[in-house]
C-alpha cells in the first residue's frame, strides 16, 4: 500500500507560478511510475506529466509543454511539478497518482493510489 499527499496549492494570478508535491509513505517509492493528473469541473481528469522510475522518462501533456516540470527525489519519497506562466484555465483539482506495474500509465483506471487532490486556482 502507498499513501499519497499533494500539498502546494493554491491561489495565484496568471503569469504566475506554483510548485506541487506529492510524498508518498512506504519504502518502494522508486519502484511506482508517478504521474500528475488534474480535474477541473464538469470534464474529466486528464494527464498532465507522468515520470519514469528513474525518472529518466518524462511525459508532458500538449496543454503542459514548456510551462510545467515533473520531476522527483527517490530519496524524499517525493515528485514534484513546478508549474510556470500559469493561466485561468489551468484551474483544477490536482492529483498524484502512482502505478506499480505499467511502463506508460496514462488513463486514470491505470494507476494504482491516488492522493486527495490540491487546489489550483489561477485568476485572471
Same mark, same amino acid.
Given at each position: ?5 499533494e500539498s502546494g496549492g493554491g ?42 522510475r528513474s525518472g529518466g522518462n ?34 483544477? $483539482? ?27 486556482? $489561477?485568476?485572471?
Amino acid at each position: 500500500q502507498v499513501q499519497l499527499e499533494e500539498s502546494g496549492g493554491g491561489l495565484v494570478q496568471a503569469g504566475g507560478s506554483l510548485r506541487l508535491s506529492c510524498t508518498a509513505s512506504g519504502r518502494t517509492f522508486s519502484s511506482y511510475v508517478m504521474g500528475w493528473f488534474r480535474q477541473a469541473p464538469g470534464k474529466e481528469r486528464e494527464l498532465v506529466a507522468r515520470i519514469s522510475r528513474s525518472g529518466g522518462n518524462i511525459y508532458y501533456a500538449d496543454s503542459a509543454k514548456g510551462r510545467f516540470t515533473i520531476s522527483r527525489d527517490n530519496t524524499k519519497n517525493t515528485v514534484y511539478l513546478q508549474m510556470n506562466s500559469l493561466k485561468p484555465e489551468d484551474t483544477a $483539482v490536482y492529483y498524484c497518482a502512482a502505478d506499480r506495474s505499467r511502463v506508460v500509465p496514462t488513463r486514470p483506471y491505470e494507476y494504482d493510489y491516488w492522493g486527495q487532490g490540491t487546489q489550483v486556482t $489561477v485568476s485572471s
